[in-house]
């Protein structure tokens, strides 16, 4: 064979060659784009409040093992962001948490998970005082409304010994309240009367801990939620860069994590229903609560 001959032959084998990975590589776009797709339109494929235990084994140190329990699908592709949204930082009073916040059971509610439970679907009273300085849940919306209750749950407590999910907690008998949205809504800081002691600032809250599904806000600088409000919002796409500065703030040691003013856009509802827990000094309560959370409805 001469070497013109040779050249030629060997030149086609590697465009087929090439032919064949563009070939393979647009045939894996399009079957991501169809999986991503078919998440987006079965939004409730794992609904809310399925209940499920989706045990997903996640690295720890040492020898205890974290499971998470995923009550909703993780979203694998990016929110529509908030128009004109910009996030800053403050720092944490130290130290950062231990264990890391994607598998701790305080920071991520997906490690303790939740289960639909039966109760009366609206606001609540309940006896007993009241700070008029709590989040008042009803500013999670655009239009301060409250909302129409879709279900309640009860979150699983948490055995701190043989750090492993517990029984559901009994009391209160609702410890998250499913509410209706609408899919891509706009959801915003909840107002107190507190700030994080940072009055030139003027913010209100501290991000603990955020993915494409949820977000923990704490109302103090510890990070932690043995003192002060804490609220876990479930079903919740966070807007692209506030996620993006919580990931950076995490991994680079969480000395400082994001800060957000009372008002300000979290992120978009995923589907027709979001879920709320609220905790004071790390006890959850019942998000239903007038007197507390709902003040003059």
Request: net charge negative; proline share 7%; glycine share 8%.
């Amino acid at each position: 064979m001469s070497e013109s001959r040779f050249t030629w032959s060997a030149n086609r084998a590697l465009l087929f060659a090439a032919l064949i990975l563009l070939f393979l590589g647009v045939a894996a776009v399009y079957a991501d784009s169809a999986r991503i797709e078919a998440a987006r339109a079965n939004d409730t494929a794992t609904s809310l409040g399925n209940g499920a235990d989706n045990r997903t084994e996640l690295p720890a140190s040492g020898t205890v093992t974290y499971r998470m329990y995923l009550p909703v699908v993780a979203r694998q592709f990016a929110c529509v962001p908030i128009p004109d949204a910009s996030y800053g930082t403050v720092a944490i009073i130290p130290p950062p948490t231990n264990p890391p916040a994607a598998v701790h059971p305080d920071l991520n509610l997906a490690v303790r998970g939740y289960v639909r439970t039966t109760g009366y679907l609206g606001l609540i009273k309940i006896e007993g005082p009241s700070d008029s300085g709590a989040p008042q849940l009803y500013t999670l919306f655009g239009d301060n409304r409250t909302p129409t209750f879709s279900a309640v749950y009860q979150v699983y407590d948490w055995d701190w010994v043989n750090n492993r999910r517990g029984a559901p907690i009994a009391d209160p008998p609702v410890t998250l309240a499913g509410m209706i949205v609408a899919k891509d809504e706009i959801l915003y800081v909840p107002a107190s009367g507190y700030d994080i002691g940072m009055r030139a600032t003027g913010y209100e809250v501290m991000v603990l801990y955020a993915d494409n599904a949820r977000v923990t806000l704490k109302y103090t600088l510890e990070d932690n939620v043995i003192s002060g409000y804490t609220i876990h919002i479930e079903n919740i796409c966070i807007d692209p860069n506030l996620l993006v500065l919580y990931q950076t703030m995490n991994a680079a040691g969480r000395t400082r994590l994001p800060a957000l003013y009372a008002g300000q856009g979290i992120g978009r509802a995923i589907t027709t229903e979001i879920g709320v827990a609220i905790r004071d000094n790390g006890w959850f309560f019942d998000p239903r609560s007038q007197k507390d959370w709902w003040q003059g409805r």
